[in-house]
């Protein structure tokens, strides 16, 4: 018994000795890769840099502590982000997937550079690169706009990314699978009889179509002419009585302007046309033969609430309920 034990623990001594030699050796190649990786990447539309970085983590895992960190990208979509401090961390056996965590908070930019927001918090997981059968799930917390997103603020937000393992061949092939939920959406102001806290927005969508990295307008315009589009598979609303759950296709016109074809189940109608008529949309002398329809046409629900299903498309810069024209939509600069 005592050979048998001693056997045991040289060979889990040897197997400790082995472990932190390899331990040691990834690190090491992590560090020394760490710059040409990143050179590399670049060629692919991704830049990375920071002004500092300490590796740690043993023994199970490996964690790079980056300070003054910023990362852009122009695919799958452009984003930037800048955190003064943060840390990946990812286990020895498994260096594809990463997490994440900027605990001081960080300035994220996506899509829009004249539109951002400081978040308080910011964690998630991410696959290196994200490339096809990548993923990215980010969950931010406090988030506060700046630029044309000055005043509204957002209590939690949560995306998810996903690449397919094969890249889109066709122009109607899937490019990315996003889902998003934002809780506590804050507004400066809100159209009357709505209140300025959006309760809910959520979607799950397939970008569709090949996405080439270019300067921002170029590359929407050139993914429209070969007919890219966004299949939402689910939407949701909820803001105060207002609820509206929907699917169908958004898509760009020639001005790269917002075009949709939904399909919709609405419950509060009513506010929904009051909102209208205080957003100047909707004349007051159309707003009561508009309500008149509405209730007609509504179908109690499972909850006993009075619900509609109809169409709400978007076109020539116009939000429509049906036929009617119930709000004007802002102009998108996308430089």
């Known amino acids: 018994m005592r050979r048998i034990v001693m056997w045991v623990g040289g060979l889990a001594v040897l197997l400790a000795a082995a472990y932190t030699g390899y331990w040691y050796y990834l690190v090491g190649t992590i560090q020394k890769e760490m710059g040409p990786w990143t050179e590399a990447q670049r060629a692919h539309g991704l830049d990375i840099k920071w002004q500092d970085v300490k590796l740690g983590g043993f023994p199970f895992a490996v964690r790079l502590h980056f300070h003054g ?9 452009p984003y930037q982000m800048n955190a003064a401090d943060i840390a990946f961390w990812s286990a020895p056996w498994d260096l594809r997937h990463w997490h994440f965590n900027a605990p001081d908070g960080a300035r994220v930019d996506a899509i829009l550079q004249s539109a951002g927001f400081d978040a308080k918090t910011l964690n998630g997981t991410v696959s290196v690169p994200l490339q096809p059968g990548g993923s990215a799930d980010i969950t931010a917390t406090g988030l506060a706009g700046r630029g044309i997103a000055q005043g509204l603020s957002v209590d939690s937000a949560h995306l998810a990314l996903n690449q397919p393992d094969t890249p889109p061949r066709t122009d109607h092939d899937p490019a990315l699978l996003v889902s998003f939920d934002v809780q ?38 050139a993914w429209r002419k070969k007919g890219g589009a966004i299949e939402l598979s689910r939407a949701h609303l909820a803001w105060d009585r207002l609820d509206i759950d929907a699917q169908g296709t958004l898509a760009l ?83």
Not at 69 to 77: I, L, R, T, W
Not at 193 to 218: E, M
């Open 184 to 221: 506590g959406a804050h507004l400066a102001a809100a159209p009357a009889p709505f209140g300025t806290t959006i309760q809910d927005i959520s979607a799950t969508a397939t970008v569709d179509g090949t996405i080439a990295p270019a300067p921002l307008p170029q590359m929407l315009d």
């Open 69 to 77: 960190f910023g990362v852009a990208a122009v695919k799958p979509m």
């Open 253 to 335: 016109d020639d001005d790269l302007q917002p075009l949709a074809a939904l399909t919709a189940t609405v419950r509060g109608q009513n506010e929904m046309i009051d909102a209208a008529v205080s957003a100047g949309a909707l004349p007051e002398a159309n707003a009561g033969m508009a309500r008149i329809v509405l209730n007609m046409i509504a179908q109690q629900g499972d909850d006993g609430r009075k619900q509609i299903q109809l169409p709400i498309s978007a076109q020539n810069r116009r939000l429509y309920l049906g036929p009617a024209a119930i709000a004007k939509i802002p102009t998108i600069d996308w430089r």
